[in-house]
């Protein structure tokens, strides 16, 4: 009898053994910007927070690969194939640059592990402008949306622009005809709406707070599904002046390709625990972002609705 409840615990603990995973050297966090983008700050709120939570026991480091929209750090990523000591937070552009080079949308076999938070676009006009409200501006657009300049940073294509280009086709007006203006930087588009060069801006909530909160800038609408907090609780989102427009600046989680069920478990376990968390949430706060925490089940679905909304503006935006 003995002999046969030795066994079955063997059993047992081999099983369990199967069952998990966890992490066995340290922890790589690649982020597809410089230090001090955003999703270099996502990065390191999550390695401090991970770290002086104990929610990993393993060192945890943070490896910036800037360039090519985040397809740097992609490529770096899956050169670590089945390997979940490596994961990278990642943005639309995942999605975008994919969907805008002739891909499906697949962001090149990696693993999507989470949607963190998603950080809302505002358009905001400088506070003397003609345009007093986002019914202002819907009526320019659909009169001569050529008439109507808008800053965006950091490329063409990207969700700034998208926001835009979204409110223009809810507006019933020519996507392609929008005159776009692309910074480098978030600040350099917001300092040309303020110094009158430009009409509006499209740009993160969290880029134009100081601003908005100064008077300088006027938030005309949020690409929200319901009004942020705080600061931007006064202001309205598109959907509720008629207009079904939704563009967030979503940061994800994601592992290399062909890692296991094990190891996808590990982190959704890890990364539940991590957004519940109030140093986690009072970052969110702080930042205007949406803590909208998907798993990788979820989030695996949220992206194959993006690629479908993504591609039907996107390609009318990069037409010549």
């Known amino acids: 009898m003995r002999k046969i409840v030795f066994f079955v615990w063997l059993l047992l603990c081999a099983s369990s053994s199967a069952q998990e995973w966890r992490p066995e050297r340290a922890i790589e966090i ?10 270099d700050r996502t990065a390191r709120a999550m390695q401090r927070i991970m770290k002086e939570r ?8 943070v490896v910036n690969k800037p360039g090519g929209g985040g397809t740097l750090s992609q490529a770096y990523l899956n050169q670590h194939a089945g390997d979940a000591h490596y994961i990278t937070v990642a943005s639309p ?5 994919q969907i805008s080079g002739g891909g499906k949308g697949d962001p090149q076999g990696l693993t999507p592990l989470a949607l963190l938070f998603s950080e809302y676009i505002v358009i905001a006009v400088r506070d003397d402008s003609p345009l007093k409200s986002g019914r202002d501006l819907v009526q320019r657009l659909k009169a001569d949306p050529s008439s109507v300049s808008v ?3 950091t490329a063409r294509g990207g ?23 692309v910074f480098n930087a978030g600040s350099e588009s917001i300092a040309a709406v303020l110094g009158g060069h430009v009409d509006i801006v499209s740009t993160a909530a969290a880029n134009a707070a100081q601003h908005v909160q100064s008077g300088r800038l006027r938030v005309l609408g949020v690409a ?28 994800s989680v994601l ?18 625990r991590l ?10 706060k702080k930042n205007y972002w949406v803590n909208n925490y998907l798993d990788s089940r979820a989030s695996r679905a949220y992206f194959a609705s993006q690629v479908d909304e993504l591609r039907g503006v996107l390609g009318d935006l990069l037409a010549k």
Do not use: C, M
């Open 54 to 61: 104990n929610l990993i026991n393993v060192a945890i480091g």
């Open 255 to 272: 592992a290399p390709k062909g890692i296991s069920a094990t190891q996808t478990a590990f982190w959704d376990d890890t990364l539940s």
């Open 159 to 181: 969700v700034q622009h998208v926001a835009a280009g979204l409110l223009t086709k809810a507006a019933g007006a020519d996507v392609r005809k929008l005159k776009v203006v």
């Open 224 to 251: 929200a599904p319901n009004r942020l907090e705080g600061l931007y609780a006064s202001a309205p989102t598109w959907k509720e002046q008629g207009y079904d427009t939704v563009a967030s600046n979503w940061r």
């Open 30 to 39: 690649v982020a597809g910007s410089a230090a001090g983008g955003a999703q």
């Open 275 to 284: 957004v519940k968390l109030p140093e986690w949430n009072d970052d969110v």
């Open 151 to 153: 800053a965006v940073a």
């Open 93 to 97: 552009s995942l999605l975008l640059n």
